[in-house]
T-cell receptor
């Protein structure tokens, strides 16, 4: 068990809807990363927060947004959902800001199915 | 940005044999190379990592080698066991710029009992 908790485990929703994915990092970790894993595209970086501040941004769509709260948990909001948004969404946490000094530890993901 | 390529995409070995997975990266500034194991229904689990100031690192049956000149790194698993069956991902991270890991596309390893 990595210590990173993601809820819910599964989510089924319709196109055009909005969902919120939640992540609780490991105790003591200040960074939270969000990744999307599709069948044909591997793990794609979406966004990173460190101690409440956005630190890095990947190929995150404008329909997606995230935030990290004072208690360090994070939420990923996906809106105007499309069929192509169906994927596994992973959260990872680490102590520091950069992977070099601070390895990432992943949760077990949220499987989103858009119908 | 960084581009990580991983080969092979699938690998089957007999129990007890060795398995080797290879990755190449494009950014010569990359300095951190972790390997993750992902089992069905779970998130990626860090199994070993190496930094650019060393050429090889070993942890029991798992070893990673890094060739900075050629910009490639490899995962070696010896004496494979059925529980080693999983998808393995390599990744690379560079200082500055994007503060994250760039992942390879994964290798599905099957260890045949």
């Amino acid at each position: 068990d990595s210590g990173v908790t993601q809820t819910p485990k599964h989510l089924i929703t319709a196109t055009g809807q909005r969902v919120t994915l939640r992540c609780s990092p490991r105790s003591g970790d200040l960074s939270v990363y969000w990744y999307q894993q599709s069948l044909d595209q591997g793990l794609q970086f979406l966004i990173q927060y460190y101690n409440g501040e956005e630190r890095a941004k990947g190929n995150i769509l404008e329909r997606f947004s995230a935030q990290q709260f004072p208690d360090l948990h994070s939420e990923l909001n996906l809106s105007s959902l499309e069929l192509g948004d169906s994927a596994l969404y992973f959260c990872a946490s680490s102590v520091g800001q950069a992977p070099y000094n601070s390895p990432l530890h992943f949760g077990n993901g949220t499987r989103l199915t858009v119908t | 940005g960084e581009n990580v390529e991983q080969h092979p995409s699938t690998l089957s070995v007999q129990e007890g044999d060795s398995a080797v997975i290879k990755c190449t990266y494009s950014d010569s500034a990359s300095n951190y190379f972790p390997w993750y194991k992902q089992e069905l229904g779970k998130g990626p689990q860090l199994i070993i990592d190496i930094r650019s100031n060393v050429g090889e690192k070993k942890d029991q049956r798992i070893a990673v080698t890094l060739n900075k000149t050629a910009k490639h790194f490899s995962l070696h698993i010896t004496e494979t066991q059925p529980e080693d069956s999983a998808v393995y991902f390599c990744a690379a991270s560079s200082p500055g710029g994007a503060n994250n890991l760039f992942f390879g596309t994964g290798t599905r390893l099957t260890v045949i009992p």
